[in-house]
Antibody
Framework: QEQLVESGGGVVQPGRSLRLSCTAS????????MHWVRQAPGKGLEWVALISSEGSNKYYADSVKGRFTISRDNSKNTLYLQMNSLRAEDTAVYYC???????????????????WGQGTVVTVSS | EIVLTQSPGTLSLSPGERATLSCRAS???????LAWYQQKLGQAPRLLIYGASSRATGVPDRFSGSGSGTDFTLTISRLEPEDFTVYYC?????????FGQGTRLEIK
């Protein structure tokens, strides 16, 4: 079945870096746009970043722009989120999510998030 | 940025009753780019409705979505015990993609 599995979370000090991974299986990873979404403890959902199917288009929330980088390796069916200059307010469960439908790369078409991973916890604390 | 405001924050109802959840946008949202998600405690969100009114695969027909422009509604026709959890609306028509703050549906 279609599945996303996140990894790489943990406890990190403010100002340090962390890289999250999301491994996909059960579908053609290279034909879908992908996202990172986070949820701070006891709070709602916050979209973080998206990347189109081949990586030509990338968009970020203002709260992470310039600090986080989304990327993908379609040969490894894996999505990444490189997080630098981490802050306490970045503490959250980080989910990867997949667009519901296949979409183009150059002309990305926004879509609802049809498949989600189980999440990985990131805690930024000294 | 399109801000989505969900109301009420908490809705107290009994099993078998009808639930009406609201999502209001700060500016017009294409009805083809409005979704609703259900999130149970400790789990990832689950897509219920996309395109404002289309049910995702496997979603029971007691869930329905409607609306256009700036006002959207999720209706649960007859509440089942497993429906008492948190619901989020989302606009995905433009970046930044945004979510509402959520409505908690609790047993009265």
């Amino acid at each position: 079945q279609e599945q996303l599995v996140e990894s790489g979370g943990g406890v990190v000090q403010p100002g340090r870096s962390l890289r999250l991974s999301c491994t996909a299986s059960g579908f053609s990873f290279s034909t879908y746009g992908m996202h990172w979404v986070r949820q701070a403890p006891g709070k709602g959902l916050e979209w973080v970043a998206l990347i189109s199917s081949e990586g030509s288009n990338k968009y970020y929330a203002d709260s992470v722009k310039g600090r986080f980088t989304i990327s993908r390796d379609n040969s490894k069916n894996t999505l990444y989120l490189q997080m630098n200059s981490l802050r306490a307010e970045d503490t959250a469960v980080y989910y990867c999510a997949r667009d519901s439908e296949e979409s183009g790369d150059i002309y990305y078409t926004y879509d609802a998030f049809g498949v989600w991973g189980q999440g990985t916890v990131v805690t930024v604390s000294s | 940025e399109i801000v989505l405001t969900q109301s009420p924050g908490t809705l107290s109802l009994s099993p078998g009753e009808r639930a009406t959840l609201s999502c209001r946008a700060s500016q017009g949202v294409s009805s083809t780019h409005l979704a609703w998600y259900q999130q149970k405690l400790g789990q990832a969100p689950r897509l219920l409705i996309y395109g404002a009114s289309s049910r995702a695969t496997g979603v029971p027909d007691r869930f329905s979505g409607s609306g256009s422009g700036t006002d959207f509604t999720l209706t649960i026709s007859r509440l089942e015990p497993e429906d008492f959890t948190v619901y989020y609306c989302q606009q995905y028509g433009t970046s930044p993609i945004t979510f509402g703050q959520g409505t908690r549906l609790e047993i009265k």
